[in-house]
């Protein structure tokens, strides 16, 4: 049954109700016609920071640090380009499922590889921001050290170096001013050694002081200033350019769990994903098998492997098909990596020297081997093509795993009149364990994602 | 318009409305009506009838004996509208004398077809036949209790035309619902959820922690026992006025509420098992003879035609098919649940309470317990059992009437869920499906440390389950909605709501315990998020009756929203032994993020009706939102839609046949916004480790777009509903076309820029939907002791990329974003053709094409696309002893779409051991493919691109509604029992992989890698009433 309220009751109640839901509504209409739109959906993120909090010289140092951090990520964090560089030339196998990074270990790349994309857009990033940089330091904080612009052009240089060792013909260069996108034009990779080597002589001529910092930033400057001319054939000036740089001096990014993880390590040792290589297509160096102290070797699951502090106990690698060949320069996440070395000099003053004075070369490539133990003096091998064949060895192993090696392959083809077939990797790729051959490339191409860019066209050419 | 004129119009009408509700003196021309609302046949009375004066805001809802009261009518003639699902319409006029009661008994007539009357709008309750759109209903309170639902997702799926559900392959894991296909490229095509008039959240993917593929959907929090019915708004065209983010479709949920009358408890119960009974591949191995090089390598198909090598054998094994080594047991799922519904004319309740656990289908293999039992080893409970829920859900609604003119409901849910998932699908080389379907093809491989893997690939479950994945869910969701009647042409509707989330996350592998050498040391993480999502909803209605034949209603509304994401996340790596925090870590990480958006909108909205079948309305909305860029302000949203009842027309006739005959068609828009931070340039923190340490750095992140604005989409819809032959055939046939302008698209930017942010969002792009629907529901035989009763519902869809601006095509791996394709269509190069030139019985490639036996495009060429194209899902229910006894059964097709078959192109391509590359008795094509993706220079995937097309028996349910004696001997008032099964088996598909709907994750556009198939599940349930 239904129940019945005095209608006297409920006309009261109503009232009552009526006024109260009213007053509510009305109030609650008129705080919201009230409030300005604007306000309302104005909002700050917190997790943003605006371009006006860098115009300040805390800003611009922030700016540089980011550089530095952005710089270890492009070469030997998760941008992965060493790696992806040492696949493609001789010093790492695949040994894994992704046939994006086997078509790199394959050479033949198709554009839209989603790694190279990546470890490209890494390396421009590292370049932006030394660019952002150099402008906030010399706006906010033009009484900062000079080597702190001097190392901000140094991380511009020594990427537009890296882009040139590695890419095709067609290069671009975009940035950022004031907030707005400026596309750059594609450009020859001799022009692109040529933009590395101004921002090197940039950098130089802000070495003022004689700290350690100014002392680090300059050898590094002159270190890669020598391997610039050398990309351009200027062998004599590239000597002179590292001249004083000691055989010790190391110019490194730092690697840990809160910043970058060394990928290095990571990938070859850790997941077991690229391997060490040896004599990779009859044209590899034995990277293995050499047992050369400067590039000590183990097999995953064995007993120096399986040891601390390197701890790789798996027998197989990613793919499972052998055991991983691991490297044991860079043994834990954190390890430190040399982008440059003191040897490389001796390395560029010996290549100086190679064709005119080979007794000489060879010392300089001695003297540079006495600063690692084990290591015995090299003998004249008697032919030019041999001193050729020695040097770019020795190079190989100063540099091993640090973005150098397809420089060289590509200057022997360029620069020594090699057969691309007789440097790079060729035959069955991986027999045995993978299936397909070799292809022809000698380069990377320009990615796909660059077309976005309306001036890009993609590789002039996929030359040399 | 600008905005504060919209808000002073609403102001200014809202008060003119209270000011007209404060004449008091109009009570003295006003009278009450009451009655009983009966079934005509029976003379049983009718709870749950909705009563309407028409013409004004007044009405009632009859209690559990059918009774109602409207007081405060205007005296004289009116008539009153009964509406009831599964009842004929009923009109009746009434003479109300002012001061009296005047009583109005209705009696109501049984439908063969149980369409519900009534659908839920933006501004509120509406007759289905006023609305021009074709809106979807599931009365999911009946379908519970009939069928097999463990979810939302099984509520929804086959059971509304247009819109896909996947749904999900293990306990706890999410689904995905797509309505009227995929409109944007690159921001979310989930629909949005509305419950109880409060926006809600409902994001895939809902997980800081990967376990590789499944993850928790937060539409699946929801209990579907509490659940009343869910509409379905399909598109711009109905959802206009749901604003911005509404264009992917809206869910409606109305959860379950009171009757008026004596309390009415029901309690139940759900026990169901799990099997997963899906066929998984087979893995190959093809053994060299020892004569040749070694035996360590294997010797496939192309190497003996070469002769490479020289074969011994052939093995196989398939770690799922044999009962000592599959991962698969029976699952286990419980339920109870105690509700009660009833209350007075001045206050109803409906109060619930569930406990539910599932334990779900991974196990501990046979072998693995043998070998932990002889060396001493043991697994924790988390560990043996680690994929489970356990669930508590708990709702209280309350719906008071304190006076005739208003009334309040309130509604307050809570969700206490803890989860465990398992690391399964396409979680690389620690996942239990990776390793199942990377098996070795022989069961007596080993590990480096000599132990047996028995056709596991690396790790076998008792090391993969030694990663723990949880995730605890506390959720309150709580809204409060007011209506307010001050005269009997005016109401006024508050809506105000909270949708509150804590998810905590958690995922621990312990010291010495994990898989990958990273983490050999062990970690944890613990991550936290809070979600908030506040909805305010104010609007306000006139009805006039202008002429004898034309009636007026006019809405406006103001509606806010505000979401917050806050999260807060920690990791330690490097773990003491036996130690399980963050802090028994040696590294220690942390971080935090908050987003939030806002967005405020207004509407109004002008209806006609013209002699009660004639509908004509016409809206417009205007939304800003905080993520519009900085040079963008105001989006606006119109509306336009008919509706014409032809059969109520004199000139049609009226032909006895026909029973109700509309058309309708519908124009709208509606917007998908974008992301929090996407219009704004900004820096981002970075660390960087230096000489002297860590310090902190920026980097610049991204561009931002102050142009940004929302995505916007129209859609036209055009349809008609009937139904036919004394209401025992009903349709509902609607033709949709959906336009997505400014359309958001991922803009990759180009590398060379060095931005942080790989792309940027700009309103560039174009995709076109269009296709049909229908639904057809029958009552082909209708007897007292038995009936058989057909229903029928079929979608269509075309999805088209009309235009990327002037970006270049978006090239991937296996997908093309290009303009005049389908989005997210499958492209790579293709297998042009294949002949065993040598008949040697093995396809072989050779880079002269004279000699090889395949031939590959030079380029990239379209396969297909990922989304179905077609769906159709029919019922059949068969009625026996008095109608008591319900047999029913669904069948499910999708269609015309592929399925990337990824799970097969690694085990071809890396993990060496498909049928293609080692059977001697596998297929040409199985070959072909093959040799293509392994030795063509292209490594093409194309010949995975395999047709999806399948037809499922999705659901039977056995069903019975006891007689009544039976719950009056356990003095009770009702039993029903239901004995269900879901995803019964495949009825065809040409489909090879495990399950055309075998996806491990829940994005636009997934492939199906080493992914787990949906279970089957078979339930039996009980109800009773007392």
């Not at chain 1, 499972?320 to 040897?343: H, N």
């Not at chain 2, 003119?405 to 849910?413: C, E, F, K, P, W």
């Not at chain 2, 991204?702 to 989409?713: M, Y």
């Amino acid at each position: 049954m239904l129940t019945h309220t005095s209608r006297t009751s409920r006309l009261s109640a109503r009232r009552i109700f009526r006024s109260a839901a009213l007053s509510t509504l009305a109030a609650g209409v008129v705080v919201v016609s009230a409030c300005s739109p604007t306000d309302i959906l104005d909002l700050t993120d917190p997790d943003i920071i605006n371009p006006s909090d860098v115009q300040s010289p805390a800003g611009a140092n922030a700016v540089r640090l980011g550089a530095l951090a952005r710089l270890a990520t492009a070469t030997s964090g998760s941008g992965e380009f060493f790696m992806l560089s040492g696949m493609f030339a001789d010093e790492y196998i695949n040994g894994d499922s992704f046939i994006a990074r086997q078509e790199i270990d394959q050479r033949i790349i198709t554009v839209q590889n989603n790694f190279l994309t990546d470890a490209n857009r890494s390396l421009h990033r590292a370049r932006l921001s030394g660019e952002q940089a150099v402008q906030l330091l010399e706006e906010f904080s033009p009484a900062a050290p000079g080597w702190h612009r001097a190392e901000m052009y140094f991380v511009q240089a020594y990427v537009a170096n890296l882009i040139a060792e590695h890419y095709c013909n067609g290069i671009v260069f975009s940035t950022v001013t004031d907030g707005r996108e400026e596309f750059g034009t594609p450009v020859t990779t001799t022009a692109a050694f040529e933009r590395a080597l101004d921002q090197v002589i940039a950098g130089r001529a802000l070495i003022t002081g004689a700290s350690a910092d100014d002392e680090r930033v300059l050898y590094a400057l002159q270190v890669l200033h020598g391997r610039i001319l050398l990309n351009l054939n200027r062998y004599a000036e590239a000597a002179a350019a590292v001249a004083g740089v000691p055989n010790d001096f190391e110019y490194l990014v730092r690697h840990s769990l809160s910043t970058s993880s060394n990928y290095n390590w990571l990938r070859n040792n850790n997941e077991r994903r690229y391997n060490v290589a040896d004599n990779e297509g009859t044209n590899g160096i034995n990277f293995v098998s050499a047992n050369d102290p400067r590039l000590p070797i183990c097999f995953g699951g064995d007993a120096v492997c399986a040891a601390p502090p390197i701890e790789v106990t798996n027998p197989l690698r990613d793919d499972l098909f052998t055991a991983p060949v691991v490297q044991m320069i860079w043994t834990a996440r954190e390890s430190e990596v040399a982008l440059l070395k003191g040897q490389e000099a001796r390395m560029i003053e010996a290549e100086a020297l190679l064709a005119t004075n080979p007794g000489s070369a060879i010392a300089a490539l001695n003297d540079a081997r006495t600063t690692v133990a084990g290591l015995a003096p090299l003998a004249d091998p008697g032919t030019p093509e041999a001193r050729v064949d020695m040097l770019f060895r020795e190079r190989a192993f100063w540099n091993f795993g640090v973005g150098a090696r397809v420089g060289d392959m590509r200057r022997l083809i360029r620069q020594y009149g090699r057969a691309a077939s007789d440097v790079f990797p060729v035959g069955d790729w991986q027999p045995g364990a993978k299936a397909g051959s070799y292809g022809t490339d000698v380069n990377f191409p320009v990615p796909q994602a660059e077309e976005n860019n309306p001036n890009a066209a993609g590789c002039m050419d996929r030359n040399p | 318009m600008s905005w504060r004129r919209v808000l002073g119009a609403l102001t200014a009408a809202l008060l003119a409305g209270a000011f007209a509700g404060n004449d008091l003196g109009a009570q003295a021309q006003e009278g009450t009506i009451i009655g009983q609302v009966l079934e005509s046949a029976s003379g049983q009375p009718i709870p749950a009838a909705q009563i309407s004066v028409v013409g004004t805001t007044q009405g009632a809802i009859t209690n559990s004996e059918g009774r109602y009261v409207i007081r405060g009518v205007r005296a004289g003639s009116v008539e009153l509208r009964a509406l009831r699902v599964g009842f004929s319409e009923i009109r009746q006029t009434v003479n109300v004398v002012a001061g009296q009661e005047t009583t109005a008994n209705i009696r109501m007539t049984t439908m063969a077809i149980a369409l519900n009357p009534v659908v839920t709008t933006a501004t509120g309750e509406q007759r289905r036949v006023e609305v021009g759109n074709s809106i979807a209903q599931v009365d999911a309170a009946k379908v519970v209790e009939t069928s097999a639902v463990t979810n939302v997702g099984d509520l929804l799926t086959s059971r509304a035309a247009g819109v896909m559900v996947l749904p999900a392959t293990q306990t706890g894991a999410g689904i995905r619902i797509r309505i009227r296909g995929n409109s944007s490229l690159s921001l979310s095509n989930n629909p949005i959820y509305v419950i109880d008039g409060v926006r809600m959240e409902g994001t895939t993917g809902s997980s800081s922690v990967s376990v590789g593929g499944s993850t928790a959907s937060r539409i699946g929090d929801l209990n579907p026992d509490e659940i009343e019915s869910m509409e379905v708004i399909r598109g711009p065209s109905a959802a206009t006025l749901y604003g911005t983010d509404a264009a992917n479709g809206v869910i409606v949920i109305t959860t379950k509420r009171g009757v008026a009358g004596a309390p009415q408890w029901t309690y139940y119960t759900e026990q169901t098992a799990m099997q997963d009974r899906n066929d998984y591949p087979t893995a190959w191995r093809a053994w060299r003879d020892i004569s040749t090089v070694s035996n360590t390598s294997q010797c496939y198909l192309t190497q003996v035609a070469s002769g490479a090598c020289v074969r011994d054998s052939v093995t196989s094994f398939n770690v799922v098919a044999d009962p000592e080594t599959t991962p698969f047991g029976t699952g286990y799922r419980q339920q109870h649940g105690l509700q009660v519904r009833g209350g007075s004319e001045t206050l109803r309740y409906f109060l619930h309470g569930e406990w539910e656990d599932e334990d779900g289908i991974t196990k501990v293999p046979e072998f693995e317990k043998r070998y932990m039992a002889a060396n001493g080893l043991s697994l924790n409970s988390n560990q043996r059992n680690p994929n489970g829920l356990t669930r508590i859900t708990t709702r209280a609604n309350i719906n008071i009437v304190p006076t005739d003119n208003l009334d309040v409901a309130v509604s307050a849910g809570y969700i206490s869920s803890d989860m465990q998932l398992v690391r399964s699908d396409d979680s690389g080389t620690a996942g239990v499906a990776a390793n199942i379907y990377g098996g070795p093809g022989f069961k007596y491989n080993t590990n480096a440390a000599g132990d047996t893997l028995w056709g596991w690939r690396e790790y076998t479950p008792r090391r993969v389950y030694q990663t723990e994945t949880s995730q605890a869910i506390e959720r309150f969701i709580t809204s409060a909605s007011t209506n307010f009647r001050p005269t009997d042409w005016l109401s006024f509707r508050a809506n105000a709501g909270l949708d509150f989330i804590m998810r905590a996350d958690h995922q621990l592998c312990r010291f010495g315990d994990c898989t990958s050498s990273t983490d050999r040391q062990g970690f944890k993480r613990e991550n936290r998020t809070n979600f908030y999502m506040y909805t305010v909803d104010l609007g306000a209605s006139a009805n006039r009756q202008l002429t004898n034949d034309i009636g007026s209603e006019t809405t406006a509304g103001v509606q806010f929203y505000r979401n917050i994401f806050s999260a807060t996340y920690a990791t330690g790596r490097g773990l003491t032994p036996g130690g399980t925090t963050v802090s028994s870590g040696a590294e220690r990480l942390s971080d935090d993020g908050t987003t939030e958006s806002r967005t405020l909108g207004a509407y109004i909205e002008q209806r006609f009706a013209f002699r009660d079948r004639l509908f004509v309305t016409g809206a417009v909305r205007s939304d800003r939102n905080s993520a519009f860029g900085a040079d963008f302000k105001t989006v606006f949203y119109p509306k336009f839609s008919v509706s014409w009842v032809v059969s109520e027309e004199p000139f049609f006739g009226s032909p006895s046949w026909i029973n109700q005959f509309r058309l309708r068609s519908a124009y709208g828009a509606a917007g998908v916004q974008p992301g929090t931070t996407d219009a704004v340039q900004y820096y981002s923190s970075t660390a960087v480790l230096g000489e002297s340490g860590e310090e902190p750095g920026l980097v610049f992140s991204t561009l931002g777009n102050s142009n940004l604005k929302p995505e916007r989409s129209t859609e036209f819809e055009v349809g008609f509903d009937g139904s036919f032959f004394n209401n025992r055939l009903s349709a509902e046939v609607t033709y949709y076309n959906k336009v997505s302008r400014d359309a958001l698209i991922s803009r990759i930017l180009p590398p060379s820029l060095g931005t942080g942010a790989t792309s940027r969002f700009e309103n560039l792009g174009e995709v076109t939907n269009k296709g049909w629907e229908a639904l057809f529901n029958g009552q082909i035989l209708q007897r007292d002791q038995i009936g058989w009763d057909m229903s029928l519902n079929a979608s269509s869809n075309s999805n088209k990329l009309v235009s990327l601006g002037n970006v270049p095509t978006i090239t991937g791996t296996t997908q093309q974003e290009r303009a005049g394709y389908p989005l997210h269509g499958y492209w790579s190069r293709g297998l042009l053709g294949y002949e065993d030139k040598n008949g040697n019985g093995i396809i072989e490639y050779n880079a002269d094409q004279s000699i090889s036996e395949i031939v590959v495009s030079d380029t990239a060429i379209y396969h297909g696309t990922n989304m179905p194209k077609i769906e159709m899902a029919l019922t059949n229910g068969f009625e026996f002893w008095g109608r008591r006894l319900r047999l029913a059964g669904m069948i499910d097709y999708k269609g015309g779409h592929l399925v990337y078959n990824n799970s097969e192109r690694i085990r071809c391509a890396s993990r060496n051991n498909c049928s293609g590359l080692i059977n001697p008795n596998a297929s040409l094509f199985e070959q072909a493919r093959t040799v293509m993706v392994r030795e063509h220079p292209s490594r093409s995937v194309a010949g995975f691109f395999e047709d999806g097309d399948f037809l499922r028996f999705r659901e039977l349910s056995l069903s019975l509604t006891a007689p009544q004696e039976w719950a009056e001997a356990l003095r009770g008032r009702s039993i029903t029992a239901t004995l269900a099964a879901r995803n019964l088996g495949m009825i065809w598909t040409e489909y090879t992989g495990v399950d055309p709907e075998a996806f491990g994750t829940t994005g636009d556009s997934p492939s199906s890698f080493q992914a787990f198939a949906p279970p089957t599940y078979y339930t039996f349930r009980v109800s009773f009433g007392f």
